[in-house]
T-cell receptor, first 111, second 112 residues
Framework: SQQGEEDPQALSIQEGENATMNCSYK?????LQWYRQNSGRGLVHLIL?????REKHSGRLRVTLDTSKKSSSLLITASRAADTASYFC???????????FGKGTTLSVSS | DTAVSQTPKYLVTQMGNDKSIKCEQN?????MYWYKQDSKKFLKIMFS???????INETVPNRFSPKSPDKAHLNLHINSLELGDSAVYFC???????????FGPGTRLTVL
């Protein structure tokens, strides 16, 4: 069964604003990753947070993980038009196993 | 110098036909995957190969048969195509026990 559920399904913001996407999952995880998919393209890895971590930063990205609530959030600060894409969270139960993806959040950033 | 490549990018075919999608990675990874993304963008694992050996085979119709001639290649053959097979198929790879997967650009399959 599907592991992750993203919220919201779609998000429209203006350039310069922050975008927050949430992800919930159902079972224990080894780690949680966020991927970006530009329209008509493959997925690109953005950031990974391990089950024993609570927060991680990478450039304009900030990820939090709450294993007690089985949820994660991805914050993109100072968004740009180039951030327009679909964002997926993905989990795996054990290191190196296949990823289980959520349904994704479609982010639209207008200039 | 594409890391994970897939051919073809687009595939339009009639119901009942047999088709293949090819995937190659030049990253030296030993594990490769096939994922299916449906019209609602939901991504689901289909198969996983490690060093040419099948290690994951999700509930996929046996009309789908993956083949890995070597570590760098994982092909997907589909027999007797059905309308419901229309989707985007992604190949991915990773190395060892690393967690990050590298995805190909996808193959959009349309069954008419």
């Amino acid at each position: 069964s599907q592991q992750g559920e993203e919220d919201p399904q779609a998000l429209s913001i203006q350039e310069g604003e922050n975008a927050t996407m949430n992800c919930s999952y159902k079972t224990s995880i080894n780690n949680l990753q966020w991927y970006r998919q530009n329209s008509g393209r493959g997925l690109v890895h953005l950031i990974l947070i391990r089950s024993n971590e609570r927060e991680k930063h990478s450039g304009r990205l900030r990820v939090t993980l709450d294993t007690s609530k089985k949820s994660s959030s991805l914050l993109i600060t100072a968004s740009r038009a180039a951030d327009t894409a679909s964002y997926f969270c993905a989990t795996d139960r054990q290191a190196g196993t296949a990823l289980i993806f959520g349904k994704g959040t479609t982010l639209s950033v207008s200039s | 110098d594409t890391a994970v490549s897939q051919t073809p990018k687009y595939l339009v075919t009639q119901m009942g036909n047999d088709k293949s999608i090819k995937c190659e990675q030049n990253l030296g990874h030993d594990t490769m995957y096939w994922y299916k993304q449906d019209s609602k963008k939901f991504l689901k694992i289909m198969f996983s190969y490690n060093n040419k050996e099948l290690i994951i085979n999700e509930t996929v119709p046996n009309r789908f048969s993956p083949k890995s001639p070597d570590k760098a290649h994982l092909n997907l053959h589909i027999n007797s195509l059905e309308l419901g097979d229309s989707a985007v198929y992604f190949c991915a790879s990773r190395t060892g026990r690393a967690d990050t997967q590298y995805f190909g650009p996808g193959t959009r399959l349309t069954v008419l």
